[in-house]
Every structure is written in structure tokens, then in C-alpha cells.
């Protein structure tokens, strides 16, 4: 037999031989191996300890492709991890498992209509369930349908047969966007609003607005808005610049073992601070209006009281006077200065003008094409016109209030006039959309 017959043949052997060692180490068998080691990276708040649980793998357990796989799905899942990536590799001593992790945002939890308990009492029911809550949950996923089975068997074991929702609502009490926390189902109400200060307690300004509050079903959203909108701006008018409004505390009486009450006392401590003097403004960025022209815009002079709803007005009136001529991202940006030990307050305002924008064109719909045509014959601003939103607004009003001032006799049918202002922010332009109903 020819050399060359036995050098193919055994290539041939070895060939066989290799291709079912590549078959054996595809099966289910080969494909898995002893867990030595999880490692995480790219964390920048949560624990590492905690990534390991959450994988639920085991080390010495046998694992391949995939239980790494479930494992990351877990991961991301939880809500905590915008992106979930692994790596792997083997040795002797068994198989390391890497997963490379992003953060989640997280924004605190608000608990909105709970009265019954304080807010660490809830937040200690939920640790019981999620060992690594810090007062903080991601936007969604496993985990906040955790946190929120955790309050619903607090609720249960207190014969309260209620639901618990949640939703991502902005801050009612700050910036960004809290994670609310909100019972359905129960008939729980206001019973009464009282303040720390006999003086608001008293105010009849206070007295009728309760009445829009007091028998109403508790929630802290309302309350928090009552007091923003109705109580904060009282002290604000008399220089309490700094008053500090509770947080609202419920105040129940009785045996806590019996069924909780659904009618709720809540009560407002109120830390008025001093009164404030006004000092003056500085400006600073402006070119187009002068400073002159702008401290005009707040109505108060040194040493009056330094009312804060005049002051807020006053901001927001320069940033209408620069939207009066056009300059629609103006933006005004007050920094205070308190003075404690004389108790005045000054102010640094920065002013970024940006773009003046002109307008370009006007879109209707809604209206009958007569009616439409004589919109544009009396549209205020001309196409390539400084776009002046003072003069825009005041023709909004008409056509909601005074219609025939517009149309004269032509018949109408709509009831609300909606409108959009878009931008063009390349060309600095704006197009106006109106949409009658």
C-alpha cells in the first residue's frame, strides 16, 4: 500500500476525531461549567452584593450560555440597568462571569395617600421586600411592582382592601419626577387642616379656600398644592421669603390595632422665618433692554418689604418685555442673596437674550373657508414681521372673548380656539397654528 494511502488515511482518522470532539463540546454537557466567580462593572451607586443576588446564580452551580442570559434578563428587568452586557471565561478553577452594567436613573418615591403610617414606616415594609431601597426607585420595572406589593400587604394586614398604583409624576415639591405611590378603592377624607400659625389659622382668605380642601379624599398631592398655591404666597406677600410649610403630619388618635379611620386631621407646622427687605437687582447679560429698563420691571424700591409675588411677577414680566420684541428663549435667571443679620435680600440676575425670531406663516383649521380667509385678512403680524407674542396673545383673547370683533357677522360654530407656536430654531422663525372647535 502506497505511503501517500496512509498519510490520507490518517488525516482522515484525525479529522473524524476532531469533528466529534467539536459535536461533543456543542452538547449540553460540555457547553456548562462550575461557577467560580460574579463581577460587576460600571456601577456607580448600587452595591455589588446586590447585583449578585439579583442574577439568583450560584457559585459551584453549574451554568452556561443560557442561564447567563436569564440572568442578565433578571438584571434588566429590575429597572435598575438601562444596559445589561456580560462576559465570560473559564480556567481551572471553574467558569467568571463579568457583567458590564449602566445605571438606571432613580427619582424618590412619593407616598401619596397613605395616612395611616409615616413614610419610613413604608419605606421599612418595602426594605423587608427590596433589601437595597434607599428612599429611590428606577422609573420602572420588577422592582417597583416589588415596592409596591410590599405596601399592599402592609395595607392588607391592616383590613385595609385597598389597591396600590404608582406612576411617574413630576416633583410636586421640587425638580424632576418622583416615583407616586397612590391607595385606590378606599373612602378616606380630609376631616380638617389646622397650621402651627394661629395667624393663617385665622386668615379668611385660608378659611374659604379649606373648603375647596376639607372633606375632599386625602391625598398629600392635594395638600402640598393647597399649600403652594393658596398658603405659600400669603406669607410670600409679607417678606417671609424663607417660610417653611410643613411637611403635613396626620395626627391620629386611637387604638392603632382596630380598623384604621378613614377620616383624616392633618396637621401643618409653619416656620415663618423673618421678613425681608428688599435691597435692589443687579443685571447682568442684557444688551438689548437696559438695566434701567429692567429694574423697572420689579415694583419695589429699597427698604420696602421684599413682597416675593412681586418679585416672581418681576421676573417674569422682563422675560414678557423680551418676548414682546420677539426674543422668544430669553431666559432670566434670578440668584439671591440673603443677608440674615439685617434681614434684606438682593438679587443677581443672569439674562441669556438668545435669537429674535420674525414670523412666518399661519395655519387654520376648523373654520369655514370665508371664515378662514378673513382670519388672515385681520391677522395682526405681517409675514416677516417681528414675531411680538404680546400682540399674538391679545389676538388669542379676542377670538375667544370677542369673536365678532374678528368675523364680524359670518356664522361660527366652535367652541375653544387651540393654539401652538412652532419655532424654527435654524431660521429663527415661528409658524402659528390655530385649530378652532
Known amino acids: 500500500m502506497p505511503r501517500s494511502f496512509h498519510v490520507r488515511l490518517q488525516f482522515a482518522a484525525f479529522a473524524l476525531l476532531f469533528a466529534l470532539a467539536a459535536v461533543r463540546a456543542q452538547s449540553p454537557q460540555a457547553a456548562?461549567?462550575?461557577?467560580h466567580e460574579i463581577r460587576a462593572t460600571g456601577?456607580?451607586?448600587?452595591?455589588?452584593?446586590?447585583?449578585k443576588a439579583l442574577t439568583q446564580l450560584a457559585i459551584n452551580s453549574q451554568v452556561g450560555k443560557a442561564e447567563l442570559q436569564t440572568a442578565a434578563d433578571r438584571l434588566l428587568q429590575t429597572g435598575l440597568f438601562s444596559k445589561v452586557n456580560y462576559t465570560f471565561k473559564?480556567?481551572?478553577?471553574?467558569?467568571?462571569?463579568?457583567?458590564?452594567l449602566e445605571e438606571a436613573a432613580r427619582v424618590?418615591?412619593?407616598?401619596?395617600?397613605?395616612?395611616?403610617?409615616?413614610?419610613?414606616?413604608?419605606?421599612?415594609?418595602i426594605r423587608k421586600k427590596v433589601p437595597f431601597f434607599d428612599g429611590t426607585l428606577p422609573e420602572g420595572g420588577a422592582v417597583v411592582d416589588q415596592a409596591s406589593d410590599a405596601v399592599k400587604e402592609l395595607l392588607a394586614s391592616h383590613q385595609l382592601n385597598v389597591s396600590v398604583e404608582h406612576e411617574l409624576i413630576p416633583n410636586p415639591l421640587g425638580e424632576g419626577n418622583v416615583q407616586n405611590f397612590h391607595a385606590e378603592g378606599g373612602h378616606f377624607a380630609i376631616a380638617s387642616l389646622q397650621f402651627s400659625d394661629p395667624s393663617i389659622s385665622a386668615s379668611r382668605t385660608i378659611q374659604q379656600a379649606l373648603l375647596d380642601v376639607v372633606g375632599?379624599?386625602?391625598?398629600?398631592?392635594?395638600?402640598?398644592?393647597?399649600l403652594s398655591e393658596q398658603v405659600r404666597p400669603i406669607y410670600l406677600q409679607l417678606g417671609f421669603l424663607k417660610v417653611k410649610l410643613g411637611p403635613p403630619?396626620?395626627?391620629?388618635?386611637g387604638n392603632p390595632n382596630q380598623k384604621l379611620p378613614d377620616q383624616i386631621p392633618v396637621f401643618v407646622p409653619v416656620n415663618t422665618g423673618p421678613v425681608y427687605r428688599w435691597q435692589g437687582v443687579q443685571w447682568f447679560g442684557?444688551?438689548?433692554?437696559?438695566?434701567?429698563?429692567?429694574?423697572t420691571e420689579v415694583a419695589l424700591k429699597p427698604g420696602d418689604v421684599a413682597d416675593g409675588m412681586k418679585i416672581e411677577a418681576g421676573w417674569e414680566s422682563a422675560r414678557e418685555e423680551y418676548a414682546h420684541r420677539g426674543f422668544l428663549e430669553a431666559k432670566v435667571e434670578p440668584v439671591a442673596s440673603y443677608n440674615d443679620q439685617a434681614t434684606t435680600v438682593s438679587y443677581n440676575?443672569?439674562?441669556?437674550?438668545?435669537a429674535q425670531y420674525r414670523f412666518n406663516g399661519l395655519v387654520v383649521t376648523g373654520l369655514s373657508l370665508t371664515a378662514e380667509h378673513k382670519l388672515h385678512q385681520v391677522w395682526p403680524i405681517l409675514s416677516g414681521a417681528v414675531f411680538d407674542k404680546a400682540v399674538f396673545e391679545q389676538f388669542l383673547v379676542k377670538l375667544q372673548s370677542h369673536p365678532a370683533a374678528v368675523f364680524g357677522d359670518i356664522p361660527l360654530h366652535y367652541d375653544t380656539v387651540g393654539h401652538w407656536v412652532r419655532p424654527e430654531a435654524d431660521k429663527h422663525t415661528v409658524d402659528v397654528l390655530l385649530d378652532f372647535k
Do not use: H
Open 32 to 35: 456548562t461549567a462550575s461557577l
Open 43 to 51: 456601577l456607580k451607586t448600587f452595591p455589588e452584593d446586590q447585583v
Open 90 to 100: 473559564t480556567a481551572g478553577e471553574g467558569l467568571t462571569v463579568t457583567f458590564q
Open 108 to 125: 424618590p418615591i412619593f407616598f401619596d395617600n397613605f395616612p395611616w403610617f409615616a413614610d419610613s414606616e413604608l419605606a421599612d415594609v
Open 216 to 226: 375632599k379624599p386625602y391625598s398629600r398631592l392635594t395638600v402640598d398644592f393647597f
Open 249 to 253: 403630619e396626620v395626627r391620629l388618635s
Open 286 to 295: 442684557n444688551s438689548l433692554l437696559s438695566t434701567i429698563t429692567l429694574a
Open 349 to 354: 440676575v443672569t439674562v441669556s437674550e438668545g
